[in-house]
């Protein structure tokens, strides 16, 4: 199983990144997907979560409207548009898949390698 996260970068507070996460070896349209992040010294953080068929989304507090998650199945692809970006959302970003999309990252099986978004001016 691979999941390769992509997108990440260095953009200015109020901006937008496009993160992209495409699945290989699994049944990708069977599983939940989710977006975690992580400082350096803090634990792994939940973002965002989207069920198996991407009609329901689950976001975290923080997101408050700013981030979007969606996926493409026949593409195996999962999407995380971040709009109105802060400084404190600067983190590593991880693609995860679960069996449901649940908060808590211990129940996740797989994880992509993870993307670097830093905001900055």
């Known amino acids: 199983v691979q999941l390769q996260a992509s997108g990440g970068g260095l953009v200015q507070p109020g901006g937008s990144l496009r993160l992209s996460c495409e699945a290989s070896?699994?049944?990708?349209?069977?599983?939940?997907m989710a977006w975690f992040r992580q400082v350096p010294g803090k634990e792994r953080e939940f973002v965002a979560a989207?069920?198996?068929?991407?009609?329901?989304?689950y976001d975290a507090d923080f997101v408050k409207g700013r981030f979007i998650i969606s996926r493409d199945n026949p593409k195996n692809m999962v999407y995380l548009q971040m709009n109105s970006l802060k400084p404190e959302d600067t983190a590593v970003y991880y693609c995860?898949?679960?069996?449901?999309?649940?908060?808590?990252?211990?129940?996740?099986?797989?994880w992509g390698q993870g993307t670097q978004v830093t905001v900055s001016s």
């Open positions: 989207i069920d198996r068929s991407g009609i329901n989304t």
């Open positions: 070896g699994l049944p990708f349209s069977t599983y939940a």
């Open positions: 995860a898949a679960a069996s449901f999309p649940l908060r808590a990252s211990e129940m996740y099986n797989y």
